[in-house]
């Protein structure tokens, strides 16, 4: 399904809005299959533990990543960035190993058993305490699944260097296989040329049945449409790109990566959803609370007067539909037909996410949403994606 940008409905009047409202639909059903009819978890404050007659996020639409490999997943990921490394405050006095752990458990009762890690997350540390927490769990939580990525590192100049690569990773997680297997960025400097062979890596993972399906992060469109081509070559759906989208950062729309996805089937995954928490609402210009560590230079003064109006915005909406802003700006991805990746840290977290799916918001909050997030320029993207 090709992307439809979401521009002002003046000009084409109500023909142009009928047509949104229809590709809205699409975008949140598309390469869904369906699940049970029942009702969700509820919203903001929703208990760990389940409450009678509610239902895990399992049974809610899933996505067909893979029909190759009839392999569906869940319509948001849960991401382990956090888990086992200093970026994100690992080790301090208010997140460690029983934090995440906790989170662990409260998300696999809520069904979020989708899990997005990487080699490099606490240089391996993530993969690690999945595999610890997998064997802690209760038994009665369902083990989640897992996607990982590989870093085209200088020394890495051979396809051969990536299944060893995953080898690695399933070791640390305690796996026979992950579920998605992924490039984290595109290969520069001197393993640019080097960048097909880790595409033929890529298969060579797939044909080996180490990974039931194969995506990459930080492609552009050129890149995105090479490596969709030599994967067919060699007889493997591309399933995924993971970029950098949210309210606060559109450049994915402008830049032609979505509409890039929509065109070929491949599912845009989006990382920093939240645009690592800015969408929250807990950090606002009048606010001198910021986050610590390297989030502490993204968030300066423009960027959070330039926001604001977008936060005003998901609160208000928020409120009348008893989600957090957070809730609301994750749903507002999932009406886009994206995956979201969000960094969940503590069960409370867990519980919020929770709350973020299983509902939709209306075409005129989805208006609201995307005009006020028009006006957002200062948020910077990462480097990676302009490789």
């Known amino acids: 399904m090709a992307f439809v940008g979401h521009t002002g409905t003046s000009g084409a009047g109500s023909q142009l809005a009928a047509q949104k409202r229809t590709h809205r639909v699409a975008a949140c ?11 969700t978890p509820s919203a903001k404050g929703t208990a760990s533990v389940l409450a009678p007659g509610s239902r895990p996020i399992d049974q809610e639409k899933k996505l067909l990543l893979n029909p190759e490999r009839g392999l569906e997943v869940l319509p948001v990921q849960v991401g382990v960035w956090s888990w086992g490394d200093r970026y994100w405050g690992y080790g301090g006095a208010d997140f460690g190993e029983q934090q995440a752990q906790e989170a662990y458990n409260a998300l696999l009762a809520h069904g979020l ?16 305490l999945l595999r610890k927490f997998d064997d802690a769990r209760p038994r009665t ?54 960048n097909d062979m880790y595409l033929d890596g890529l298969a060579q993972c797939y044909h080996q049945n180490l990974a039931d399906a194969i995506g990459v992060s930080n492609f552009q469109v050129s890149r995105l449409r ?19 989208y949210s309210l606060a950062y559109r450049a994915c729309e402008r830049n032609g990566v979505l509409e890039t996805c929509r065109e070929l089937g ?3 995954f989006a990382y920093s959803p939240l645009a690592q928490g800015l969408l929250t609402g807990k950090y606002t ?37 008893d989600k ?38 209306n075409d005129g909050e989805i208006d609201e949403l995307d005009k006020m997030s028009r006006k957002i320029t200062a948020m910077k993207g990462f480097p990676a994606e302009n490789l």
């Open 29 to 39: 059903d598309v390469r869904m299959s369906e699940r049970a009819d029942a009702g």
């Open 113 to 128: 058993g989708w899990m997005d890690s990487a080699e490099v997350y606490g240089l391996g540390l993530s993969e690690k």
């Open 141 to 194: 939580l369902e083990k989640p699944m897992v996607a990982t990525k590989f870093a085209p590192l200088p020394w890495r100049l051979t396809g051969r260097s990536v299944p060893g690569a995953l080898r690695a990773s399933l070791s640390r997680l305690g796996r026979p296989k992950v579920e998605l297997y992924m490039q984290h960025w595109p290969g520069f400097l001197f393993n640019a040329l080097s």
């Open 226 to 244: 090479a490596a969709h081509a030599r994967l067919k070559a060699d007889g493997v759906p591309l399933v995924s790109n993971q970029v950098h």
């Open 266 to 268: 491949v599912q845009l």
């Open 285 to 321: 210009e009048k606010n001198a609370s910021k986050p610590g560590g390297a989030r502490n230079l993204i968030f300066n003064q423009e960027l959070l007067q330039q926001v604001q109006p977008t936060v005003d915005a998901l609160r208000r909406i928020g409120e009348e539909r």
């Open 324 to 361: 957090s802003p957070a809730q609301v700006a994750i749903n507002w991805l999932l009406c886009q037909g994206v995956t979201p990746i969000v960094g969940v840290k503590t069960a409370q977290q867990a519980d919020s996410l929770a709350g973020a799916v299983g509902w939709r918001l």
